[in-house]
């Protein structure tokens, strides 16, 4: 136990920040004229999983629960009231011979109902999030042999008081489906609405794809996404967004892996699937998680364009989650996975003529996407990996030489399977390798100088997944305090270090909804109608906003600050605004008064700013309630010629940011 850890250990309980025993005054040289490594515009970027109703439920817009009747129960989310008892007025019906991809319906029969007296009700995802003044689409595809059938559509509150209300009397008879739409305000906010549909008259009546929509998604897109959640993202300026996982592209077995040809084109089409994540934990089941796909991989690459990242879609190998099944595909029966990666390619990229490129003009975007990168396996290990991996290497490179491919190194950042795989994965000639870590803030400060050391030439890391565990993996104990954030914001220091080597990181998972969630911790927190950043959060934005274009040295006493005196620190100058930016985590229960000394530069700015994260305890975490109780603050600070000052508060992560003169 070291001396502050001591400290700490004494005031346990009672932890305070605002000790005033200042450390030594520490001078740490900032070589300014000796770039060492060009920062990737991709260096800091985002991890999405549909995990924690990340996005059905989350991010993708939808209201309505189980809109297609698709679930393991088909009326799972729905309540049928009924004021006289009428066996058969509502059946669910299974068209499987016509319609793989959405074999189920309901079948209103309708026998001179009033209003009330017979109605479908959706519970939502934990409710559903419905705010004053703002307008609603619902939409519903029908068809019917019998017409007569009014629907009234309600919001209902808490109260059972109706909040918004439309019908809709659906013309035509026959047995084409058609489409239904009509728009109405809601009257009150309410988290926890229903959406209660009443027949009316007499009829019969089939329903499918009920829908609601609120009318304030990202970029106003009907159908899209919730405004605020990717308002967060777009605030972190990542430079790349990974998608869709994670644990959900290898699917508990091959069946149920991520197959993106299914995500794609009319939301009625695209096949549902059972969430990987419904049953996986014992301690949190989730049985009403599915993957509607209503958020497909075109409207992945379409958010990333609009956040201005670099997307970077991962594909299954042809193996399900080791974890789980561990199936794999025979090696002679590999072909249409392979098939799918080269596909998607030309999905992203290519020309309008192309099958696919028509496919994703025909979805409304002809230019390309851009792609430049993708993954091939997720947290996949062992020779099987490798040899699937090596045909898919070798397809891929030969038709796009261009594409980079980032290949796993399994579950853990050390441990035989790792060593193997990075051993193989090198002799590959790997061009990105992507570790993960779920590991205690020890490890993260402990690891402070992990890529000092590592091999300069070949394959490249990508930290694909990580974040500081405060209780350990899985545990639904698990915070997102103030703890967890600055052992990231002292590690991330050592990646930033090594630019060279580590050329994109992302923490994970992004997203999990407070009633819904299966892991912790994570990034972003919502409800049904708030959103907020943990301080791990507000740590990925600072070292995201502040990247720069090279990274220099910053050193103590000739050495990187890897922890001396419980001091972290990386720099980095950027070439188009002609500012250095140095990042400084001071992890003691005590200020640090430190003189940084720039070379290289004539003189500094008189004036630059310094941004400051730090916490009242190390247990604190933000909230619905508090979102912003741990949060950057800034303040100016002065220079004087080529030096500045600074006093960097106890447990802080502190970002000076001087033009250079
Ligand atoms: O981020 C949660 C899970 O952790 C991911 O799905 C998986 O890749 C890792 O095990």
Redesign the pocket.
Known sequence: MNFYSRIITVFAGVVFFGAAIAQTKHTIIVKANQPIAEIQPTMWGVFF?D?NMGADGGIYAELVKNRSFEFYKPLMGWEIHQKKFNEGSVLVLNRQGTNISNPRFVCISANDVAKGDLSLTNEGFRGMGIKKDLQYDFSVMYRQAVPGVKIHIELINAKNEVIGAAALTPPGIGKEWKKQSVSFQSTATEPKAKLKLSFEGKGVIDLDMISLFPQDTWKSRRGGMRADMVQLLADMKPGFVRFP????VEGHDLSLRYQWKKTIGPIEERQMIVNRWNSEFAHRPTPDYYQTFGLGFFEYFQMAEDIGAAPLPILNCGMACQFNTAEVVPMDQLEPYIQDALDLVEFANGDITTKWGKVRADMGHPAPFNMKMMGVG??NWGPQYIERLKVFQKAIKEKYPDIKLVTSSG?DPNGERFEYLDGELRKMKADVIDE?Y?RRPEWFFQNAARYDNYERNGSKIFAG?YAAQSDKTVSVKNQNNWQTAIAEAAFLTGLERNADVVVMASY??LFAHIDGWQ?RPDMIWVDNLRSYGTPNYYVQKLYSLNKGTHTIPALLNGKPLTGQDSLYSSAVIDKHTNEVIIKIVNNAPVAADIVFSVDGVKRLASEGTMTVLTGESIEQVNSLDAPLAISPVAQSLKTNGKKVSASLKPFSFSVIKIGMK
Do not use: D, F, R, V
């Open positions: 999983e995990i996982g994670g644990c959900i997720n947290e579950t993960h779920y997944e994970a998972p892991w």
